[in-house]
C-alpha cells in the first residue's frame, strides 16, 4: 500500500492503536514532532494528561516549542531543569545503565535519566517515550546522509531496527518506572519498515530533505505548524545538553595519552571521562575476534551486529558510520 492517503490512515490507526494501548501517566514532552503525536493522541483518552520536559538552560530550545504543545493540549507541562551540580551523578548512573562511553548517547540519555527520575518524584509510574521513531523514519544524520538510496540502507536500517537499545528501557529498570514505547509497536514497525523510503523522507528537488515526512503529513492537522515543521535535531541538541558537557570536561583529560593506551581514536576529553567511569567498574574487556567493534574493539552481538553495545558506534560493512 503505497498511497499516500492510505498510508496516512493506515499510520494513523496504528499510532492512535499503541498509544491507546500503552496507557501512559505522563508523556517526555521535547520539541520533536513525534513526543508531541503521542501527547496529543493520549489526549483524547487521558484528559489530565501531563507533560514533562527537560533543559539544562533556560535557552534550551525544548522549552519554547514543548511549552506550545502543552498549551494547545491544556496539558499540565513540568518542566524539570538539570542542575550544574547534579549532572555528575546523572553522567555516572547513565553510564553504567547503559554501559556505554558514547557522548552523544550519554548526552541524550541524561535528559532521559533526569526526565524519570521527576516522573518518580511525582509518583508517575507509566510514562511514554517517542524512541523508535528516528529508526522506524530513517531521520537520523547517517540514514539520511546515505550515499544512496539503495538496497544497502534498507539492509542496514532493518539490521538496526533487530540490534537496537532501546536507552529508556535500560535505564528505567534502575528507577522501577514502566515506560511505554508506541513507536516499537510490532505492528506499526512491520508496516513503517514495508514503506518505501520516498514515502517515509521526502527529497526535495533541491537535494534536501524532510525527515519523518510520512508521520509528519498523517498528523500536521493535529499539531501546531511550528512544531510539525521543525527541522530534525537529535535528543542531546534539543536539551543543549552534549554543548555543555563538551564544555565541562574539556580540559580534563589529556586525549593523546588515552589514545596511546587504549588504541581508540577518542573523539573529546568529555569521551575520555566517560570511557575513564567503565574502566573503573572492569566494564570495557576488548575482543580481537573477527566479530569486534571497528573503534573499540568490544565484542559484537553476533555477525550481522550494525551496533558496539559498549561504544555504541554504527558500523556496516567493515566501515565505522559517522552518526
Not at 109 to 128: F, G, P, R
Request: charged residues 25%.
Amino acid at each position: 500500500m503505497t498511497d499516500n492517503e492510505s498510508v496516512k490512515s493506515k499510520i494513523y490507526e496504528l499510532m492512535d492503536k499503541s498509544v491507546k494501548n500503552c496507557r501512559p501517566n505522563a508523556v517526555l514532552l521535547s520539541w520533536w514532532v513525534d513526543s508531541s503525536i503521542i501527547s496529543m493522541l493520549w489526549k483524547k483518552y487521558n484528559p489530565d494528561l501531563k507533560c514533562i520536559t527537560v533543559i539544562t538552560n533556560e535557552d534550551s530550545p525544548d522549552k519554547q516549542f514543548a511549552s506550545l504543545v502543552a498549551k494547545e493540549l491544556w496539558a499540565e507541562h513540568i518542566i524539570a531543569t538539570i542542575n550544574q551540580d547534579e549532572i555528575e551523578s546523572l553522567i555516572n548512573k547513565v553510564v553504567l545503565s547503559l554501559n556505554c562511553f558514547n557522548i552523544y548517547w550519554v548526552s541524550a540519555a541524561i535528559v532521559l535519566y533526569k526526565w524519570l527520575e521527576t516522573a518518580k518524584e511525582l509518583w508517575i509510574d507509566n510514562i511514554a517515550t517517542w524512541e523508535g521513531s528516528d529508526d522506524l523514519f530513517w531521520s537520523f544524520p547517517i540514514m539520511q546522509n546515505w550515499q544512496f538510496w539503495d538496497e544497502s540502507l534498507i539492509d542496514f536500517i532493518n539490521r538496526r531496527m533487530e540490534d537496537i537499545d532501546v536507552m529508556t528501557e535500560r535505564i528505567a529498570k534502575s528507577t522501577g518506572i514502566k515506560v511505554a514505547l508506541p513507536y516499537h509497536d510490532k505492528e506499526l514497525i512491520e508496516f513503517t519498515l514495508s514503506l518505501p523510503l520516498s514515502i517515509r523522507t521526502l527529497e526535495n528537488p533541491d537535494w534536501t530533505k524532510v525527515t519523518k515526512y510520512a508521520l509528519r503529513e498523517t498528523f500536521r492537522w493535529m499539531l501546531p505548524e511550528i512544531v510539525t515543521y521543525r527541522p530534525q535535531t537529535m535528543a542531546f541538541t534539543w536539551a543543549s545538553t552534549l554543548d555543555t558537557l563538551i564544555e565541562r570536561y574539556s580540559k580534563l583529560y589529556d586525549m593523546e595519552k588515552f589514545r596511546d593506551e587504549y588504541k581508540i581514536d577518542f573523539i573529546s576529553p568529555f569521551e575520555c571521562h566517560l570511557f575513564k567511569i567503565l574502566l573503573d567498574e572492569w566494564r570495557y574487556d576488548p575482543d580481537e575476534s573477527l566479530h569486534s567493534c571497528l573503534y573499540c574493539r568490544s565484542k559484537l552481538r553476533s555477525e550481522n551486529s550494525v551496533h558496539c553495545t559498549t561504544c555504541w558506534t554504527l558500523q556496516y560493512n567493515n566501515t565505522i558510520l559517522n552518526f
